[in-house]
């Protein structure tokens, strides 16, 4: 059994020594209990991610449409930069910490939250230089090119071993406390 986050664990039961095991559907009862409803169907933690990766897509995107020290700019990085930051908090506690803990998506994991510290770090570059300066738009230009290289690499990579490790329940329960830790995050 996996250890997973307190905040995932709606609709889990722990164990004598705090892991967790899934609740039959008879424990829960119907599935509308665990997870986000999307039409008819639950929005499992891959659904929640790729909606917001979108958003951090359109975001670069429109901070890159940005010229100089405009008002718009500075919006826009704002914006990407509190996305961004909320986003890979809750994605490393509702997502990688469980991955983590299962061998066979554990490297991979750790080399997501890496790669989270990178674009922190080119976050944290773009706050030190003027919105105006050559640099900031090659500093945009290369966070882009990291941001859009690691979505890719997790919709196309981590996912799909995540998926093998992850049951439909889990699934579920992650989506729930991962857009509930992020519409706290943007409610702030």
Not at 32 to 52: P, S, Y
Not at 148 to 174: P, S, T, Y
Request: without cysteine; hydrophobic residues 40%; aromatic residues 6%.
């Amino acid at each position: 059994m996996r250890m997973l986050p307190q905040s995932a664990t709606r609709g889990f039961e722990p164990d004598a020594v705090g892991y967790v095991r899934s609740l039959t559907a008879h424990d829960v009862g119907p599935r509308r209990d665990v997870g986000i409803l999307k039409g008819h169907e639950m929005m499992t933690i891959f659904e929640a991610l790729r909606e917001d990766h979108e958003r951090q897509r359109r975001l670069i995107g429109e901070l890159l449409d940005t010229t100089g020290a405009s008002e718009a700019r500075e919006a826009s990085f704002e914006e990407l930069k509190d996305e961004l930051s909320a986003h890979a908090v809750h994605e490393e506690r509702q997502f990688y910490v469980p991955l983590m803990g299962d061998d066979l998506t554990q490297e991979m994991a750790r080399h997501s939250v890496a790669e989270h510290k990178e674009l922190e770090d080119f976050i944290e570059q773009l706050d030190g230089y003027d919105m105006s300066a050559p640099q900031f738009l090659v500093t945009a230009r290369e966070l882009e090119h990291r941001l859009l290289h690691h979505l890719r690499e997790e919709e196309q990579e981590v996912f799909q071993l995540a998926g093998k490790a992850l049951d439909d329940i889990e699934k579920q329960a992650l989506a729930t406390a991962y857009r509930a830790g992020m519409a706290e995050a943007r409610a702030d």
